[in-house]
């Protein structure tokens, strides 16, 4: 067996190193991603028995007991609240193949030992350029247009605007919030921001939250899910904004109020949104934001280019590498290091 303890530490795991998988990766794929076996290791691949929410039987506690080193679900239907985590005895990393890590309780792992790593910046230009076509799509009605035109009519839905007349404000000026400044400069149009961490950005104003929610044409939400997030754009955040705004969301779902958005855009003090990520997902089919016409939505896939997965991938590989070779992972989010 490998030698392990709680943390990660500053030897090399040696022997035969378990890597468990909770997602659908295949065991090919796995194993690509840590190059083949040395001759210092022997990698075993292990899959939960049931994954199911809540669910921690007898066979998934000792599978989550033997793991070195776990790849959780991409999708985030796996979880790993404090309660797996404290099996998890072995474990030297917690890899996200994702950059949202929601669905781990990362604060247990911390107070456990166990870093958990996100895969930060792999999908920043895929989103980037989602936004971007979001907005573009409401300011110049494309869906609407699309879809009148099918129908057999003729003409356009309603005048549009330019991108580069409207003030566009950014929530979280980080990995992709920085990469749809880059894009919307080259538009021309004013950018303000806002942070918790204090930034600066070329061309761009950095202003507090009211002050941007209530200048902005356009306002953009890039911040990671947290307690602090849950919602950060409520009712008061959405009555701030100006009349015939738009609000672009493809952080998290739950990171605006969508009863209080609905509301907004029924009374019509919003002029649009565009949405990518929803409180629950899938959306039901019943959800409200499926009847408006100024509304444009997608599945959750912002990030979803051959780019971004294959950037995945590889910060995936190399952090299962960095471990096993004894070496301190990248992108850790619980702040968990190396006991030295």
């Known amino acids: 067996m490998a030698e392990t303890s709680q943390a990660a530490g500053s030897r090399g795991l040696t022997g035969t190193v378990t890597v468990l998988c909770l997602g659908s990766m295949p065991e090919e794929a796995v194993r690509s991603l840590l190059g083949g076996d040395s001759t210092a290791t022997r990698i075993m691949v292990e899959f939960p028995p049931n994954p199911a929410a809540g669910s921690t039987g007898g066979a998934l506690r000792e599978v989550l007991a033997r793991a070195d080193l776990v790849i959780t679900d991409g999708g985030q239907r796996f979880r790993l609240d404090r309660e797996r985590l404290t099996l998890m005895t072995r474990c030297r990393l917690i890899q996200q193949p994702s950059v949202g890590f929601e669905a781990i309780d990362h604060r247990a792992a911390a107070d456990l030992g166990i870093p958990v790593a996100n895969c930060a910046g792999s999908n920043r230009d895929s989103v980037a350029d989602w936004v971007v076509m ?42 992709v919030g920085s990469a749809v400044a880059v894009r919307l400069r ?37 911040v990671p899910l947290d307690h602090d997030t849950h919602p950060l754009i ?17 952080s998290r779902g739950p990171v605006v109020d969508e009863a209080a958005l609905i509301e907004n855009l029924d009374q019509g003090h919003l002029a649009g949104a565009a949405l990518d990520v929803f409180e629950h997902e899938p959306l039901a089919e019943e959800s409200p934001l499926r009847r408006f016409d100024n ?18 991938r590889e910060m995936v590989g190399a952090n299962l590498r960095r471990v096993i070779a004894g070496l301190e992972p990248f992108n850790v989010v619980n702040g968990v290091g190396f006991r030295r």
């Open 186 to 222: 080259a538009f021309g149009c004013p950018i303000l921001f806002t942070d918790v961490i204090p930034r600066s950005l070329p061309g761009a104003e950095e202003v507090s939250l009211e002050e941007l929610l209530s200048r902005s044409d356009v306002v953009t939400v890039h």
């Open 295 to 312: 509304v444009f939505i997608t599945s959750h896939s912002g990030g979803n280019t051959r780019e971004a997965r294959a950037r995945g």
């Open 234 to 250: 409520g009712s008061v955040q959405l009555r701030t904004m100006r009349d015939g705004a738009i609000l672009v969301n493809a």
């Open 134 to 175: 979001g907005i573009l799509n409401l300011i110049r009605h494309g869906a609407q247009g699309d879809r009148i035109l099918r129908r057999g009519a003729w003409g356009a839905p309603a005048v549009g605007r330019e991108l580069g007349a409207l003030t566009v404000g950014i929530v979280g000026l980080g990995n």
